[in-house]
C-alpha cells in the first residue's frame, strides 16, 4: 500500500500568514488522485481538495492543491483565524485508499 | 443537503462483532454512482479506510478488514451499514460514515466505540 508521509508533524504560524503543507507518496499516486482535508477538535474532517488541485464546493480560494507524481503540497495562501486545524493528505489512486499522519498548524 | 449519522452501541466486548448504522439524508442511498463507506480514527488519531460500497452491491473493502468485513445498503430506511466481526482492542476508534469511493464528502460526525470486556 501506499504510505504517505506529511511533512512538517506541527506548523507555528500567524494570522496573515502564508502555510505550506507537504504531502509524500512512497509510489507515484495513480492520476493524481489525492485529496486534503481539515479537521478541528471534536469534529469530523472536511474535504477541502481533490484531484490534487480541485477546491471542494465551499471550500474558499485561499485554500489550493498542487503536485503531482509523489510530491504534493497545500498552500493556505493567508491564514485566518478558523483555519487553524489538522490537515490530513489521502491518495485514492491505489486500493487500499490511505491518508497521511496529519499536520497540525497552530497559532504561533 | 446531504447529512449522514452514524448510530450503535458504544462499547463492545472482545471477540464480538460491530454493528453499525448510518442514516442518510437529502439523497436516497440508491442514487445513481453514490458510494457509501466507513472509515475509523484510532486513538492516536491516525486515519484509516474500511471500504465502500454503492447499492447496486458492488464493494471495495480494504485488505485489513476484508476477512472480517461486511457492508450493506437498507433501502427501506435509507440507511447503510458496517459489520465487523471479530473486534479486538485494536478496533477501539471513531467510526465515521462517509460519501464516497476516492475522496470523502461529506463525513457524518461519527460515533465512538471501545472495545473492552
Known amino acids: 500500500e501506499i504510505v504517505l508521509t506529511q511533512s512538517p508533524a506541527t506548523l507555528s504560524l500567524s494570522p496573515g500568514e502564508r502555510a505550506t503543507l507537504s504531502c509524500g507518496a512512497s509510489q507515484s499516486v495513480i492520476n493524481s488522485y489525492l485529496a486534503w482535508y481539515q479537521q478541528k477538535p471534536g469534529l469530523a474532517p472536511r474535504l477541502l481538495i481533490y484531484?490534487?488541485?480541485s477546491r471542494a464546493t465551499g471550500i474558499p480560494d485561499r485554500f489550493s492543491g498542487s503536485g503531482s507524481g509523489t510530491d504534493f503540497t497545500l498552500t493556505i495562501s493567508r491564514l485566518e483565524p478558523e483555519d487553524f486545524a489538522v490537515y490530513y493528505c489521502q491518495q485514492y489512486g491505489s486500493s487500499p485508499w490511505t491518508f497521511g499522519q496529519g499536520t497540525k498548524v497552530e497559532i504561533k | 443537503q446531504l447529512v449522514l449519522q452514524e448510530s450503535g452501541p458504544g462499547l463492545v466486548y472482545p471477540s464480538e462483532t460491530l454493528s453499525l448504522t448510518c442514516s442518510v439524508s437529502?439523497?436516497?442511498?440508491?442514487?445513481?454512482?453514490?458510494?457509501w463507506g466507513w472509515i475509523r480514527q484510532t486513538p492516536g488519531k491516525e486515519l484509516e479506510w474500511i471500504g465502500s460500497m454503492i447499492y447496486s452491491g458492488t464493494t471495495y473493502y480494504n485488505p485489513s478488514f476484508r476477512s472480517r468485513v461486511t457492508m450493506s445498503v437498507d433501502t427501506s430506511n435509507n440507511q447503510f451499514s458496517l459489520m465487523l466481526r471479530s473486534m479486538t482492542a485494536a478496533d477501539t476508534g471513531l467510526y465515521y460514515c462517509?460519501?464516497?469511493?476516492?475522496?470523502?464528502?461529506?463525513w457524518g460526525q461519527g460515533t465512538l466505540v471501545t472495545v473492552s470486556s
Open positions: 437529502g439523497v436516497p442511498v440508491t442514487a445513481f454512482s453514490h458510494y
Open positions: 462517509v460519501k464516497g469511493v476516492g475522496a470523502f464528502d461529506p
Open positions: 484531484d490534487a488541485s
